[in-house]
C-alpha cells in the first residue's frame, strides 16, 4: 500500500449532477475501483469556510473562516501542517485562497502564484486567482507538482465547475457540461494515479442551487459527493462526515494528530 494521499477538490460540484454527469468516475465504481459516499456540507455552504473544514476538520462557525472575505491564515492544524511539520512533503494546485490560509496572507501573485518553500505548510504550489482559470490547466499544474516533487499530499482544486453554477445555475446545461468536462480531465490522471497505489478523495466543498449561488441549507447546496479509491479504505457502507475527512486523511498519511475521522471507512 502506497500511504500518498491525494484530495481532489472539485468546487461547487452537486451531488446528484456528479452521479449523473461523471461518467468515468461512476465507471470506477460500477468496477468497484472507487466507492462512491455522499457528505453534506457544513454551515455556511460557501468555499473559503469549507476548504478550512475539509483540511481541518474544524466547522467554520468554530475556526471563524465564516465567510469568502475572511482573508487570514487558519488558526488551527491541517493535513498540511501536520505532514510539514511531521517530515511529510506537501503540494497544492489550488485557488489563492488556500495560499491565503495555509501559507500567506494576503496572496501576493507575484510572489505566491508559484511556490517552492520547505519551510511553508503548501511546500510546493501553483495558485490561481481568476475563477474561469481553465480546469485543464490546474490539471496540468497538479500532475506537474506531483511528477516533479513527489508530494506525499497533494491537494488538486479546480474552479470551473462552481463559475458555470454561478453563471448559469444548477440546473443548466453549461453546469452539467462543466462536471462532464472534469470528469474527462480527471480520467486522463486518475489511471497512473490508481496504478501507482495513491490513496485518492474526490469531493468538493460545498453544492450548487438555481438562484446561481450557494451558502444557505438547501439539499442541493449541501449535498456533494465523496468516491474513495485505494486499499487504504475500507469501501464499506459507512457514513462519512465532512469533518472527518481531514482524521481520513491524517490516519492515510500516517500522521500523529487529534482530529476526528470515521474509522470504519478505512481499511
Ligand atoms: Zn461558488
Known amino acids: 500500500m502506497n500511504d500518498k494521499v491525494i484530495l481532489v477538490v472539485l468546487d461547487g460540484l452537486n451531488l446528484k449532477v456528479a452521479q449523473d454527469c461523471l461518467g468515468y468516475l461512476n465507471g470506477l465504481v460500477e468496477y468497484k475501483k472507487a466507492t462512491q459516499y455522499s457528505l453534506y456540507s457544513e454551515l455556511p455552504s460557501l468555499s473559503r469556510p469549507l476548504y478550512e473544514c475539509i483540511l481541518t476538520g474544524v466547522t467554520p462557525v468554530e475556526s471563524g473562516i465564516v465567510h469568502n472575505n475572511v482573508t487570514r491564515r487558519s488558526l488551527f492544524e491541517s493535513v498540511f501542517s501536520l505532514a510539514q511539520a511531521q517530515g511529510k512533503t506537501t503540494a497544492a494546485a489550488a485557488y489563492h485562497w488556500v495560499s491565503e490560509l495555509y501559507n500567506r496572507s494576503p496572496y501576493d501573485a507575484i510572489r505566491d502564484r508559484h511556490t517552492h518553500n520547505e519551510s511553508l505548510q503548501i511546500q510546493h504550489g501553483v495558485f490561481y486567482h481568476w475563477d474561469h482559470y481553465p480546469d485543464q490547466a490546474l490539471m496540468l499544474d497538479a500532475e506537474y507538482l506531483r511528477q516533479e516533487f513527489d508530494p506525499d499530499f497533494l491537494l488538486v482544486h479546480s474552479m470551473n465547475i462552481d463559475d458555470a453554477g454561478h453563471k448559469f445555475g444548477l440546473d443548466s446545461p453549461e453546469y452539467r457540461n462543466s462536471a462532464r468536462h472534469a470528469d474527462i480531465l480527471l480520467s486522463d490522471f486518475l489511471p497512473t494515479w490508481i496504478e501507482?497505489?495513491?490513496?485518492?478523495?474526490?469531493?468538493?466543498?460545498?453544492?450548487?442551487?438555481?438562484?446561481?449561488?450557494?451558502?444557505?441549507?438547501?439539499?442541493?447546496?449541501?449535498?456533494?459527493?465523496?468516491?474513495?479509491?485505494?486499499?487504504?479504505?475500507?469501501?464499506?457502507?459507512?457514513?462519512?462526515?465532512?469533518?472527518?475527512?481531514?482524521?481520513?486523511?491524517?490516519?492515510?498519511?500516517?500522521?500523529?494528530?487529534?482530529?476526528?475521522?470515521?474509522?470504519?471507512?478505512?481499511?
Open 196 to 267: 501507482e497505489g495513491y490513496q485518492i478523495l474526490i469531493t468538493s466543498d460545498h453544492g450548487m442551487n438555481n438562484d446561481k449561488s450557494h451558502g444557505g441549507t438547501l439539499v442541493e447546496e449541501r449535498e456533494v459527493p465523496l468516491y474513495l479509491i485505494g486499499d487504504g479504505f475500507s469501501h464499506l457502507d459507512v457514513a462519512i462526515k465532512q469533518t472527518e475527512l481531514c482524521g481520513l486523511m491524517c490516519e492515510l498519511l500516517g500522521l500523529q494528530h487529534q482530529k476526528a475521522f470515521a474509522e470504519d471507512a478505512l481499511a
